[in-house]
């Protein structure tokens, strides 16, 4: 289907379809380098996953296309987990030594959680 269907259907705008498409929250065409894009039930199902989630979470469609972004590429990903940590809406991940001291207290049956040291 057209574009213009495509939008009607799904209760927007053809340039907010463009708009979607050029952020990357449609999926590739299919139909190679023709005039005009085609819109299949895969391409408005995405759209309406998109516009769902968009409303669900209060975010723009920049906002979801950049979340995407941070999925697909593990260093985008790695600098937001960065600033996470940095503005304290993440606690670092266990160290290894952690980790160790933890599975061990497990294996002698403890809890995680040490008794206070005497003084």
Do not use: C, H
């Amino acid at each position: 289907m057209r574009i213009t269907e495509a939008a009607k259907r799904l209760g927007t705008t053809p340039r907010m379809l463009r708009y979607r498409e050029a952020l990357g929250l449609l999926p590739r065409s299919r139909s190679g380098q023709t005039a005009q894009r085609q819109y299949d039930d895969r391409d408005l199902a995405a759209v309406q996953l998109a516009l769902d989630l968009e409303r669900r979470y209060d975010v723009t469609p920049a906002a979801l296309a950049f979340a995407l972004r941070a999925l697909a590429e593990p260093s985008v990903a790695a600098d937001i987990r960065n600033l996470g940590y940095r503005t304290g809406r993440l606690t670092a991940p266990p160290t290894q030594s952690q980790i160790d001291r933890d599975r061990a207290l497990r294996w002698l049956g403890r809890s995680g959680v040490l008794p206070p040291k005497p003084r």
